[in-house]
């Protein structure tokens, strides 16, 4: 009963935490007073009201590393790059980040141009704010492709946490540049200059024909001979 007249501090403090709440939360504080004076005991004393604002900072996002990727076969550093992904806030449960893949990357990935790591990554709420890597190959062949130019990887979220599930994610695009080229080589022998073969009775010249990159199925070069003979007066 000596502390009667001193007043007791009682502390009310908001969580500061990394969750997209709700934006105002309303709670209310009852008291109960229980003492062996009667004139005390079950005293009605009034409630506390308590507002807790949200702090406007924790909005829930997806931050993707890069709007871009550019690959280029057989380059020694562009042949490979890695894209980060990573939550803006922590969730209240399992986040699943499924990629899909533009038609044309998704053919490049199965004639074995390039790889990707994985399509789908998952954060849990210890996770969240540690970034999760994605990493694109361009593999170095001898084949000629066309190049993939700019084409869509779209991103789509998966929750329980209705704050992440189905969010909006921007879109990152993809480029690969082939280092190999469609065409043959003709490689001059004896008697000839450039394309032209000058030959006198009895001789011979040769000369070689080799495709510039590897095809995907037989090649047949068929030599049509103009038997027209061009009389050359000297």
Do not use: C
């Amino acid at each position: 009963a000596g502390t009667w007249d001193t007043p007791q501090t009682i502390t009310v403090q908001g969580v500061d935490n990394n969750i997209d709440d709700l934006g105002i939360a309303g709670m209310q504080l009852d008291t109960a007073v229980t003492s062996n004076d009667a004139l005390y005991n079950n005293l009605a004393a009034p409630s506390i009201q308590i507002e807790l604002l949200e702090d406007n900072s924790d909005v829930a996002g997806v931050t993707i590393g890069a709007a871009a990727i550019s690959l280029e076969e057989g380059h020694a550093t562009n042949n490979q790059k890695s894209l980060s992904v990573v939550l803006d806030t922590e969730p209240t449960d399992d986040v699943t980040i499924n990629l899909t893949l533009h038609a044309d990357i998704t053919a490049a990935i199965a004639a074995g141009r390039l790889t990707v790591s994985t399509t789908s990554l998952t954060f849990t709420p210890a996770n969240h704010s540690t970034p999760q890597n994605i990493i694109f190959t361009a593999i170095d062949d001898n084949i000629a492709y066309s190049n993939i130019v700019a084409k869509d990887i779209d991103f789509a979220a998966v929750s329980n946490d209705a704050n992440y599930n189905q969010i909006q994610i921007a879109s990152t695009t993809l480029s690969l540049t082939d280092n190999d080229t469609f065409g043959a080589t003709i490689t001059p022998g004896p008697n000839m200059v450039g394309n032209n073969i000058t030959i006198n009775e009895g001789e011979t010249s040769t000369f070689t024909v080799e495709l510039n990159s590897e095809p995907l199925d037989t090649v047949t070069i068929t030599l049509n001979v103009d038997t027209v003979l061009i009389p050359i007066l000297g």
